[in-house]
């Protein structure tokens, strides 16, 4: 039976993610650090579903975590423009640094796929409305720079690695 991981999975969207995958009654494994997430979000569907506190950022054996996995749905994030103009940093360290540790080991541990949540903050201060895939990147704070490098990051471990990523603005 595959086995889906969502990372951030104690969050907004990645709760919903979860509970909807179990729903279909799929093996999921959520790796959050808790830093807004919380287990309070999981309430209601604990069943089939393995509840692990990890820092992707900092988690020197990711890896062990993505044994016979086969997609990977990524929405942990710092998801502020405000807390990345405060403190880039901190905020490149979860967006940035996380992505490349996790899509390293998804790499090692060859995961089929990886869903990455981007952002539409990636087109900065465009006024156009609605907003296309095909326009270009902009970005204006940290947050919108640090959700573009993923996307890169995403299409990158395709062509170099073989790892089947989507990014979704
Ligand atoms: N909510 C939106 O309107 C929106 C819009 C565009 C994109 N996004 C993206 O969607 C994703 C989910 O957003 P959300 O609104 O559910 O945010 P959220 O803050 O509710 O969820 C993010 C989750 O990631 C976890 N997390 C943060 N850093 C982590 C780390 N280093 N290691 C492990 N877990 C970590 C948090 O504890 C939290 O559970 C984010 O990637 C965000 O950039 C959200």
Redesign the pocket.
């Given at each position: 039976m595959p086995v889906f991981v969502v990372?951030?999975g104690?969050?907004?969207?990645?709760s919903h993610i979860v509970e909807a995958l179990s729903r279909r009654g799929e093996q999921v494994v959520v790796?959050?650090?808790?830093?807004?997430?919380k287990r309070e979000n999981l309430t209601g569907f604990e069943s089939g579903i393995d509840v692990r506190e990890?820092?992707?950022?900092s988690e020197p054996r990711l890896v062990d975590h993505l044994a016979d996995v086969d997609t990977v749905f990524h929405?942990?994030?710092?998801?502020s423009v405000s807390r990345s103009v405060e403190d880039p940093l901190t905020s490149h360290q979860?967006n940035v640094n996380?992505t490349m540790n996790l899509l390293v080991a998804c790499r090692d541990a060859r995961v089929r796929r990886v869903v990455y949540?981007?952002?539409?903050s990636v087109y900065g201060d465009s006024p156009t409305l609605p907003k296309t895939e095909d326009m270009p990147a902009s970005p204006i704070s940290p947050y919108g720079a640090q959700?573009y490098f993923g996307e890169v990051y995403m299409q990158v471990f395709w062509r170099a690695f073989g790892l089947e990523t989507v990014s979704l603005r």
């Open positions: 990372t951030g104690a969050g907004f969207i990645g790796l959050d650090n808790f830093s807004t997430g990890v820092d992707l950022a929405q942990a994030a710092i998801p979860a996380g949540a981007s952002s539409s959700k």
